[in-house]
Protein backbone atom coordinates (compact mmCIF):
# COMPACT_ATOMS: atom_id res chain seq x y z
CA UNK A 1 0.00 0.00 0.00
CA UNK A 2 0.83 3.88 -0.50
CA UNK A 3 3.92 4.88 -2.80
CA UNK A 4 6.53 7.08 -2.86
CA UNK A 5 6.10 10.21 -0.38
CA UNK A 6 6.90 13.18 -1.33
CA UNK A 7 8.91 15.93 0.67
CA UNK A 8 6.67 19.20 1.80
CA UNK A 9 8.70 21.72 -1.45
CA UNK A 10 7.85 18.83 -4.12
CA UNK A 11 4.13 18.66 -2.31
CA UNK A 12 4.14 22.39 -2.34
CA UNK A 13 4.52 22.73 -6.14
CA UNK A 14 2.11 20.18 -6.73
CA UNK A 15 -0.69 22.09 -4.47
CA UNK A 16 -0.05 25.46 -6.30
CA UNK A 17 -2.06 23.72 -9.67
CA UNK A 18 -5.02 22.86 -7.48
CA UNK A 19 -7.94 21.14 -8.49
CA UNK A 20 -8.87 18.31 -10.57
CA UNK A 21 -5.43 17.23 -10.83
CA UNK A 22 -3.83 20.30 -8.60
CA UNK A 23 -0.53 18.60 -10.52
CA UNK A 24 2.99 19.71 -10.28
CA UNK A 25 5.84 18.87 -12.76
CA UNK A 26 8.20 18.63 -9.88
CA UNK A 27 10.91 17.11 -11.27
CA UNK A 28 11.44 14.58 -8.30
CA UNK A 29 7.92 13.78 -8.43
CA UNK A 30 8.58 13.13 -12.42
CA UNK A 31 9.45 9.16 -13.75
CA UNK A 32 12.51 9.29 -16.31
CA UNK A 33 11.35 5.39 -17.32
CA UNK A 34 8.80 3.74 -17.18
CA UNK A 35 8.94 1.64 -13.48
CA UNK A 36 6.37 -1.05 -13.01
CA UNK A 37 3.88 0.38 -15.94
CA UNK A 38 1.33 -2.31 -17.04
CA UNK A 39 1.09 -2.18 -20.62
CA UNK A 40 -0.95 -4.30 -22.64
CA UNK A 41 0.30 -4.33 -26.30
CA UNK A 42 2.91 -1.84 -26.19
CA UNK A 43 6.25 -1.52 -24.60
CA UNK A 44 7.25 -0.40 -21.28
CA UNK A 45 9.73 1.96 -20.87
CA UNK A 46 11.05 5.18 -22.18
CA UNK A 47 13.93 5.48 -24.52
CA UNK A 48 17.44 6.62 -23.12
CA UNK A 49 17.68 9.99 -22.21
CA UNK A 50 18.74 12.12 -25.60
CA UNK A 51 21.87 14.66 -24.73
CA UNK A 52 20.07 17.67 -23.22
CA UNK A 53 18.57 20.45 -25.49
CA UNK A 54 17.99 23.54 -25.71
CA UNK A 55 14.75 24.09 -23.65
CA UNK A 56 11.57 25.24 -25.72
CA UNK A 57 10.54 28.69 -25.40
CA UNK A 58 6.87 29.67 -26.30
CA UNK A 59 4.60 32.44 -26.51
CA UNK A 60 1.32 33.20 -25.46
CA UNK A 61 -1.27 34.19 -27.52
CA UNK A 62 -5.13 35.22 -27.79
CA UNK A 63 -7.52 34.19 -29.47
CA UNK A 64 -10.40 36.19 -30.25
CA UNK A 65 -13.66 34.23 -30.74
CA UNK A 66 -16.32 37.07 -31.11
CA UNK A 67 -19.86 36.00 -30.18
CA UNK A 68 -19.93 32.68 -29.26
CA UNK A 69 -23.25 30.74 -28.87
CA UNK A 70 -22.87 27.67 -26.02
CA UNK A 71 -24.65 24.61 -26.45
CA UNK A 72 -27.17 25.19 -24.45
CA UNK A 73 -28.71 28.53 -25.23
CA UNK A 74 -26.80 31.22 -23.83
CA UNK A 75 -24.39 33.56 -25.67
CA UNK A 76 -21.10 34.61 -24.64
CA UNK A 77 -20.40 38.09 -26.40
CA UNK A 78 -16.46 38.27 -27.16
CA UNK A 79 -15.31 34.93 -26.20
CA UNK A 80 -11.63 35.04 -26.02
CA UNK A 81 -9.00 32.16 -24.78
CA UNK A 82 -5.13 32.41 -24.45
CA UNK A 83 -2.85 29.61 -26.36
CA UNK A 84 0.13 28.65 -27.24
CA UNK A 85 2.27 26.36 -30.26
CA UNK A 86 5.35 24.94 -30.79
CA UNK A 87 6.22 23.59 -34.20
CA UNK A 88 5.53 24.06 -37.68
CA UNK A 89 1.71 23.35 -39.47
CA UNK A 90 2.79 21.92 -43.14
CA UNK A 91 0.77 22.57 -46.13
CA UNK A 92 -2.27 19.75 -45.68
CA UNK A 93 -2.57 21.13 -42.42
CA UNK A 94 -3.03 17.17 -40.98
CA UNK A 95 0.10 17.53 -38.75
CA UNK A 96 -1.47 18.99 -35.68
CA UNK A 97 -1.68 17.91 -31.71
CA UNK A 98 -4.55 19.70 -29.66
CA UNK A 99 -3.20 19.37 -25.95
CA UNK A 100 -6.54 19.91 -23.81
CA UNK A 101 -5.22 20.77 -19.64
CA UNK A 102 -6.84 19.39 -16.56
CA UNK A 103 -9.29 21.60 -14.45
CA UNK A 104 -7.06 23.90 -12.53
CA UNK A 105 -4.31 24.27 -15.62
CA UNK A 106 -4.04 26.37 -18.62
CA UNK A 107 -2.59 26.52 -21.79
CA UNK A 108 0.84 26.16 -20.84
CA UNK A 109 0.92 21.98 -21.50
CA UNK A 110 4.94 22.72 -22.73
CA UNK A 111 8.04 24.50 -22.88
CA UNK A 112 8.95 27.83 -21.12
CA UNK A 113 7.75 31.21 -21.70
CA UNK A 114 11.79 32.80 -20.71
CA UNK A 115 14.34 30.76 -20.25
CA UNK A 116 14.80 29.79 -17.10
CA UNK A 117 11.10 30.06 -16.22
CA UNK A 118 8.53 27.26 -14.76
CA UNK A 119 7.81 24.31 -17.52
CA UNK A 120 4.76 23.35 -18.77
CA UNK A 121 2.68 20.49 -16.80
CA UNK A 122 3.46 18.28 -19.95
CA UNK A 123 6.58 19.42 -20.74
CA UNK A 124 8.25 15.49 -20.04
CA UNK A 125 7.09 14.26 -22.85
CA UNK A 126 6.43 17.39 -25.81
CA UNK A 127 8.98 19.03 -27.05
CA UNK A 128 11.73 18.92 -29.76
CA UNK A 129 12.85 15.03 -29.94
CA UNK A 130 10.28 14.14 -27.05
CA UNK A 131 7.08 11.28 -27.69
CA UNK A 132 5.10 13.99 -28.98
CA UNK A 133 8.00 15.63 -31.48
CA UNK A 134 7.63 19.70 -31.97
CA UNK A 135 9.98 18.78 -35.05
CA UNK A 136 7.73 17.16 -36.33
CA UNK A 137 4.06 18.00 -35.14
CA UNK A 138 2.68 21.23 -34.53
CA UNK A 139 1.53 21.24 -31.53
CA UNK A 140 -1.23 23.78 -29.95
CA UNK A 141 -2.64 23.70 -26.16
CA UNK A 142 -5.32 26.36 -24.90
CA UNK A 143 -6.97 27.68 -22.33
CA UNK A 144 -10.77 26.69 -21.78
CA UNK A 145 -13.82 29.08 -21.12
CA UNK A 146 -14.45 29.51 -17.35
CA UNK A 147 -10.99 28.81 -16.71
CA UNK A 148 -9.93 28.95 -13.14
CA UNK A 149 -6.91 30.93 -12.84
CA UNK A 150 -7.88 34.71 -13.15
CA UNK A 151 -5.17 35.95 -11.25
CA UNK A 152 -2.16 33.70 -12.20
CA UNK A 153 0.02 36.00 -13.95
CA UNK A 154 3.32 36.94 -12.77
CA UNK A 155 6.39 38.61 -14.26
CA UNK A 156 7.75 35.18 -15.25
CA UNK A 157 4.25 33.65 -16.73
CA UNK A 158 1.51 35.16 -18.60
CA UNK A 159 -2.13 34.89 -16.99
CA UNK A 160 -4.74 32.86 -18.39
CA UNK A 161 -6.86 34.38 -20.62
CA UNK A 162 -10.76 33.07 -20.48
CA UNK A 163 -13.96 34.50 -20.89
CA UNK A 164 -16.00 33.49 -17.70
CA UNK A 165 -17.77 34.68 -14.78
CA UNK A 166 -15.35 37.29 -13.81
CA UNK A 167 -15.71 38.97 -17.39
CA UNK A 168 -17.06 42.41 -17.83
CA UNK A 169 -20.76 41.64 -19.14
CA UNK A 170 -21.20 44.83 -21.97
CA UNK A 171 -24.75 45.00 -21.18
CA UNK A 172 -24.38 45.98 -17.38
CA UNK A 173 -20.92 47.25 -16.96
CA UNK A 174 -20.84 44.73 -13.90
CA UNK A 175 -19.06 40.98 -13.95
CA UNK A 176 -21.19 38.38 -15.25
CA UNK A 177 -20.89 36.64 -11.92
CA UNK A 178 -23.57 33.48 -12.07
CA UNK A 179 -25.62 35.12 -15.13
CA UNK A 180 -22.46 33.58 -17.38
CA UNK A 181 -23.72 31.21 -19.30
CA UNK A 182 -23.70 27.56 -18.94
CA UNK A 183 -21.33 25.86 -20.41
CA UNK A 184 -20.06 22.45 -21.19
CA UNK A 185 -16.72 20.13 -22.80
CA UNK A 186 -18.63 20.10 -26.09
CA UNK A 187 -18.51 24.21 -25.60
CA UNK A 188 -14.82 24.15 -25.01
CA UNK A 189 -13.73 21.41 -27.85
CA UNK A 190 -16.06 24.42 -30.07
CA UNK A 191 -14.22 27.19 -29.89
CA UNK A 192 -11.04 25.12 -29.82
CA UNK A 193 -12.40 24.04 -32.87
CA UNK A 194 -12.51 28.13 -33.81
CA UNK A 195 -9.10 28.35 -32.89
CA UNK A 196 -7.74 25.82 -34.75
CA UNK A 197 -9.49 26.57 -38.26
CA UNK A 198 -8.14 30.49 -37.78
CA UNK A 199 -4.49 28.61 -37.37
CA UNK A 200 -5.25 26.79 -40.85
CA UNK A 201 -5.33 23.11 -39.27
CA UNK A 202 -7.71 20.46 -41.02
CA UNK A 203 -6.97 17.42 -38.98
CA UNK A 204 -5.84 16.80 -35.86
CA UNK A 205 -3.08 13.56 -35.68
CA UNK A 206 -3.33 13.39 -32.13
CA UNK A 207 -5.85 15.17 -29.35
CA UNK A 208 -4.16 14.37 -26.12
CA UNK A 209 -5.05 15.71 -22.00
CA UNK A 210 -5.04 14.80 -18.52
CA UNK A 211 -8.05 14.80 -16.45
CA UNK A 212 -10.11 17.01 -17.79
CA UNK A 213 -8.22 17.16 -20.75
CA UNK A 214 -8.97 13.85 -21.10
CA UNK A 215 -12.91 14.26 -21.17
CA UNK A 216 -12.31 16.91 -23.53
CA UNK A 217 -10.04 14.86 -25.76
CA UNK A 218 -12.68 12.24 -26.06
CA UNK A 219 -15.69 14.70 -26.93
CA UNK A 220 -13.24 15.80 -29.47
CA UNK A 221 -12.93 11.95 -30.67
CA UNK A 222 -16.71 11.23 -30.61
CA UNK A 223 -17.68 14.95 -31.94
CA UNK A 224 -15.42 15.08 -34.73
CA UNK A 225 -14.55 11.79 -35.96
CA UNK A 226 -13.50 12.06 -39.47
CA UNK A 227 -10.75 15.38 -37.69
CA UNK A 228 -9.10 13.37 -35.20
CA UNK A 229 -6.66 10.41 -36.07
CA UNK A 230 -5.61 9.46 -32.37
CA UNK A 231 -6.62 10.26 -29.15
CA UNK A 232 -4.94 9.40 -25.95
CA UNK A 233 -6.77 10.34 -22.27
CA UNK A 234 -4.95 10.50 -19.56
CA UNK A 235 -6.36 9.42 -16.04
CA UNK A 236 -9.71 10.18 -17.19
CA UNK A 237 -13.08 8.00 -17.72
CA UNK A 238 -15.36 7.66 -20.48
CA UNK A 239 -18.87 8.52 -18.99
CA UNK A 240 -19.43 10.86 -15.49
CA UNK A 241 -21.41 8.40 -13.54
CA UNK A 242 -24.01 9.17 -11.03
CA UNK A 243 -20.85 8.77 -8.61
CA UNK A 244 -18.62 11.30 -10.46
CA UNK A 245 -21.80 13.51 -10.79
CA UNK A 246 -21.98 13.43 -6.36
CA UNK A 247 -18.36 13.69 -5.96
CA UNK A 248 -18.61 17.05 -8.21
CA UNK A 249 -20.90 18.03 -5.83
CA UNK A 250 -19.41 17.95 -2.96
CA UNK A 251 -16.81 19.52 -4.22
CA UNK A 252 -18.91 22.93 -4.52
CA UNK A 253 -20.61 22.40 -1.24
CA UNK A 254 -17.74 24.87 0.71
CA UNK A 255 -17.69 27.44 -1.87
CA UNK A 256 -21.84 27.70 -1.62
CA UNK A 257 -21.25 27.64 2.02
CA UNK A 258 -18.87 30.60 2.63
CA UNK A 259 -20.60 33.73 3.35
CA UNK A 260 -19.06 35.78 1.31
CA UNK A 261 -19.74 33.83 -2.13
CA UNK A 262 -23.32 35.89 -2.06
CA UNK A 263 -24.74 33.94 -4.49
CA UNK A 264 -21.72 34.69 -6.77
CA UNK A 265 -21.88 37.97 -6.50
CA UNK A 266 -18.51 39.30 -4.56
CA UNK A 267 -17.12 40.94 -7.34
CA UNK A 268 -16.22 44.73 -6.88
CA UNK A 269 -13.48 46.82 -4.69
CA UNK A 270 -13.63 46.71 -1.06
CA UNK A 271 -15.86 43.44 -1.07
CA UNK A 272 -14.24 40.14 0.58
CA UNK A 273 -13.93 37.34 -1.27
CA UNK A 274 -14.87 33.73 -0.34
CA UNK A 275 -11.00 32.60 -0.45
CA UNK A 276 -11.87 30.17 2.67
CA UNK A 277 -14.41 28.24 0.77
CA UNK A 278 -12.26 27.95 -1.77
CA UNK A 279 -9.44 27.10 -0.29
CA UNK A 280 -11.50 24.05 1.65
CA UNK A 281 -12.92 22.56 -1.95
CA UNK A 282 -9.36 22.82 -3.80
CA UNK A 283 -8.35 20.81 -0.02
CA UNK A 284 -11.08 18.34 -1.00
CA UNK A 285 -9.64 17.66 -4.40
CA UNK A 286 -5.83 18.16 -3.73
CA UNK A 287 -6.23 14.76 -1.52
CA UNK A 288 -8.88 12.92 -3.21
CA UNK A 289 -6.13 13.13 -6.46
CA UNK A 290 -3.62 11.94 -4.67
CA UNK A 291 -2.33 8.31 -2.96
CA UNK A 292 -2.27 8.17 0.51
CA UNK A 293 1.50 7.26 -0.42
CA UNK A 294 2.57 10.74 -1.43
CA UNK A 295 1.45 12.16 2.05
CA UNK A 296 3.68 9.58 4.34
CA UNK A 297 6.34 12.19 5.04
CA UNK A 298 4.21 14.03 7.30
CA UNK A 299 3.40 10.98 9.45
CA UNK A 300 1.29 12.13 12.58
CA UNK A 301 3.29 14.94 13.54
CA UNK A 302 1.56 17.63 15.26
CA UNK A 303 1.54 21.47 14.27
CA UNK A 304 4.90 22.78 15.68
CA UNK A 305 3.99 23.92 19.84
CA UNK A 306 0.56 22.13 19.29
CA UNK A 307 -0.56 18.89 20.57
CA UNK A 308 -3.94 17.56 19.13
CA UNK A 309 -4.10 14.88 21.75
CA UNK A 310 -4.65 17.69 25.03
CA UNK A 311 -6.01 20.53 22.70
CA UNK A 312 -9.31 20.11 20.34
CA UNK A 313 -8.26 23.23 18.64
CA UNK A 314 -4.29 21.83 18.03
CA UNK A 315 -3.66 19.75 14.88
CA UNK A 316 -1.46 17.87 12.60
CA UNK A 317 0.96 19.47 10.69
CA UNK A 318 -0.04 17.93 7.30
CA UNK A 319 -3.10 19.43 8.01
CA UNK A 320 -1.39 23.06 8.36
CA UNK A 321 0.40 22.82 5.44
CA UNK A 322 -2.70 21.59 3.45
CA UNK A 323 -4.57 25.36 4.67
CA UNK A 324 -1.62 27.01 4.05
CA UNK A 325 -0.88 25.82 0.68
CA UNK A 326 -4.77 25.75 -0.33
CA UNK A 327 -4.99 29.39 0.97
CA UNK A 328 -2.01 30.15 -1.15
CA UNK A 329 -3.80 29.20 -4.18
CA UNK A 330 -7.50 29.96 -3.80
CA UNK A 331 -6.16 33.99 -4.05
CA UNK A 332 -5.13 33.31 -7.87
CA UNK A 333 -8.38 31.43 -9.04
CA UNK A 334 -11.91 32.42 -8.88
CA UNK A 335 -14.77 30.38 -6.70
CA UNK A 336 -17.61 31.07 -9.82
CA UNK A 337 -15.27 29.71 -12.29
CA UNK A 338 -14.86 26.23 -9.92
CA UNK A 339 -18.33 25.93 -10.29
CA UNK A 340 -18.71 26.31 -13.77
CA UNK A 341 -16.16 23.74 -14.14
CA UNK A 342 -17.78 21.50 -12.20
CA UNK A 343 -20.65 21.90 -14.18
CA UNK A 344 -18.65 21.62 -17.54
CA UNK A 345 -17.20 18.34 -15.99
CA UNK A 346 -21.25 17.17 -15.11
CA UNK A 347 -21.48 17.58 -18.70
CA UNK A 348 -19.05 15.59 -20.34
CA UNK A 349 -20.92 13.85 -23.29
CA UNK A 350 -24.30 14.95 -22.78
CA UNK A 351 -25.07 15.32 -25.78
CA UNK A 352 -24.47 11.57 -26.81
CA UNK A 353 -27.19 9.34 -25.99
CA UNK A 354 -25.29 6.12 -26.49
CA UNK A 355 -21.74 6.27 -26.00
CA UNK A 356 -21.12 2.96 -27.64
CA UNK A 357 -22.48 3.74 -30.61
CA UNK A 358 -20.27 6.67 -31.09
CA UNK A 359 -17.17 4.78 -30.38
CA UNK A 360 -18.66 2.65 -33.32
CA UNK A 361 -18.26 5.70 -35.44
CA UNK A 362 -15.34 7.03 -33.94
CA UNK A 363 -12.36 6.72 -36.45
CA UNK A 364 -9.34 7.33 -34.48
CA UNK A 365 -6.82 4.63 -32.14
CA UNK A 366 -6.61 5.05 -28.83
CA UNK A 367 -3.65 5.19 -26.31
CA UNK A 368 -5.50 5.02 -22.65
CA UNK A 369 -3.40 5.86 -19.86
CA UNK A 370 -5.68 5.44 -16.27
CA UNK A 371 -3.11 5.43 -13.12
CA UNK A 372 -3.57 2.72 -10.30
CA UNK A 373 -4.10 4.68 -7.66
CA UNK A 374 -6.31 7.09 -9.33
CA UNK A 375 -8.79 7.99 -6.52
CA UNK A 376 -11.11 10.72 -9.15
CA UNK A 377 -11.54 8.89 -11.80
CA UNK A 378 -10.26 4.63 -10.49
CA UNK A 379 -8.77 2.89 -12.42
CA UNK A 380 -11.54 0.76 -13.49
CA UNK A 381 -13.08 3.68 -15.24
CA UNK A 382 -10.03 3.64 -17.12
CA UNK A 383 -9.73 0.12 -18.51
CA UNK A 384 -14.00 0.20 -18.45
CA UNK A 385 -13.28 2.81 -21.63
CA UNK A 386 -10.59 0.91 -22.90
CA UNK A 387 -12.65 -2.22 -23.10
CA UNK A 388 -15.55 -0.49 -24.85
CA UNK A 389 -13.25 0.77 -27.13
CA UNK A 390 -12.18 -2.23 -28.11
CA UNK A 391 -15.90 -3.51 -28.71
CA UNK A 392 -16.69 -0.80 -31.10
CA UNK A 393 -13.80 -2.12 -33.09
CA UNK A 394 -11.10 0.49 -32.64
CA UNK A 395 -7.80 0.06 -32.05
CA UNK A 396 -6.71 0.86 -28.61
CA UNK A 397 -3.65 0.22 -26.17
CA UNK A 398 -3.80 0.17 -22.70
CA UNK A 399 -1.08 1.16 -20.62
CA UNK A 400 -1.32 1.50 -16.28
CA UNK A 401 0.39 4.10 -14.86
CA UNK A 402 2.20 3.24 -11.23
CA UNK A 403 3.61 5.37 -8.57
CA UNK A 404 2.58 7.21 -5.42
CA UNK A 405 0.58 10.04 -6.60
CA UNK A 406 -2.88 8.75 -7.69
CA UNK A 407 -4.68 10.79 -10.10
CA UNK A 408 -1.46 12.80 -10.39
CA UNK A 409 0.54 10.53 -12.35
CA UNK A 410 -1.90 11.81 -15.80
CA UNK A 411 0.59 14.56 -15.05
CA UNK A 412 4.11 14.19 -12.79
CA UNK A 413 4.03 11.08 -13.90
CA UNK A 414 3.75 10.94 -17.88
CA UNK A 415 7.66 9.69 -18.64
CA UNK A 416 6.73 6.67 -17.31
CA UNK A 417 4.48 5.70 -20.48
CA UNK A 418 6.87 7.56 -23.04
CA UNK A 419 8.06 4.17 -24.82
CA UNK A 420 4.08 3.30 -25.19
CA UNK A 421 3.69 6.85 -26.52
CA UNK A 422 6.45 6.85 -29.01
CA UNK A 423 5.15 3.70 -30.36
CA UNK A 424 1.14 5.29 -30.94
CA UNK A 425 2.61 7.97 -32.93
CA UNK A 426 6.08 6.34 -34.17
CA UNK A 427 7.98 8.85 -32.91
Known sequence: MGGKALTAPVLRRALMAAAALVAAAAPSARRASAQGAAAQGAPQGARPAAPAAEPLIVRKQVFEAGEYRTRGGGT?????????????????????????????????????????????????????????????????????????????????????TSTGPATIDPKTGRPFGMNYPVVSMRDFIEVQKLLLGSLGVKRLALVAGPSMGALQAIEWALAYPDMVERVMPAVGTGEFDAFLLGWMEIWEVPIRNDPNWRGGDYYGQGRDQPTRGLAE????????????????????????????????????????????????????????????????????????????????????????????????????????????VRKAGRPVTLVELQGGLGHLEGVAGMAQAEGAIRTFLGT
Open 76 to 160: VPNARIGYQTAGTLNAAGDNAVLITHFFSANSHAFGRYAPGGPAGYWDDIVGPGKAIDTNRFFVVSSDTLVNLNINDGNNNTPGT
Open 281 to 388: ALKIVTLQARDRGSLTGFGRKPIEGQDPARRIGDGFAVEKFLDDAATARARTADANAFLYLTRANQLFLNEVPDIDAALARSKASWLVLPSSGDRIFPVTYGRELAEA
